[in-house]
């Protein structure tokens, strides 16, 4: 019987085994080799592996924090800016395009990240514009255990959140939380309060009691089931912060939330 040259195609055995050889040695090339680029106002920002590109995506190409519509909500050209859980540092610099006169305190527990941010503040000379913390943030203050993924993007202070992908490693490193740390550098109020800590909201919001009475931005990813927009809202609210769901993608699992004060 002839085959039907209409039917199914079905690749080679081998094609898998290739592309991911090629995914393979795509990763190694950037990471060795990261690719330069710039922010909106030119600031250099560099990109060594997929998630990084993601993250530069999400941030500068899809706007996943409607900073414009922030600016004019939020009154001031000089911001008090926390970015919680902040990587590589992406946000920190897009809002350094919005408000180039603020001033961040980003908070980041991973040695390789903020190595690589604090080189990036460097280049641009932004060092004495952002404050870049080796520490996570959490409802406690003291040691934990960070859970780590081959993505950086992914470890979690919840074992459980990090166990959807395969875990790596453990560190044990040191927390605060962010009413603690506003004490201790004599911090008043926070303008702007981006959280991204992969699962532990309620716990770092559990720490920000006194600060979020001041906040008057707020971006949130929030992980369900381990938080749930509902219990977010319900924090912002005591707090007088009231979700924006007009600024909002839909469609996500990480849900990205927007907060501003009534």
Partial sequence: MKSDPSGPSHPPAGNGLFQRAGAHLRDWFIARFPVRMHTRTGKVIYLWDRTQFRLYEQIYVEQVFPLRQAQ????????????????????????????PQATVHAFEPQAGLVARFSGVLAENQLAGRVVVNRVAVAGQNGEMTLFKNRASI????????????????????????????????????????????EGAELEALA?????????????????????????IEEIGARHGLKRRREWERSGKKCLD???VRE
Avoid at 155 to 178: D, F, M, N, P, Y
């Fill in 72 to 99: 004019a909500e939020l009154g001031t050209d000089a911001p008090m800016i926390f970015d919680v859980g902040c990587n590589s540092g992406l946000f920190s610099l897009a809002a350094l395009d919005v408000w």
């Fill in 207 to 231: 720490g920000a009691e006194n600060i979020l009475k001041t906040v008057k931005m707020f971006f949130v990813e929030v992980h369900p089931p381990f938080a749930e927009p509902e219990q």
């Fill in 154 to 197: 992914s470890a979690s202070l919840v074992e459980a959140k990090a166990q959807r992908r395969t875990i790596v490693g453990r560190e044990t490193i040191q927390a605060i939380t962010l009413d603690r740390y506003a004490e201790e550098n004599r911090i008043t109020g926070v303008d702007v309060l981006k959280l991204d800590v």
């Fill in 257 to 259: 939330l927007v907060f």
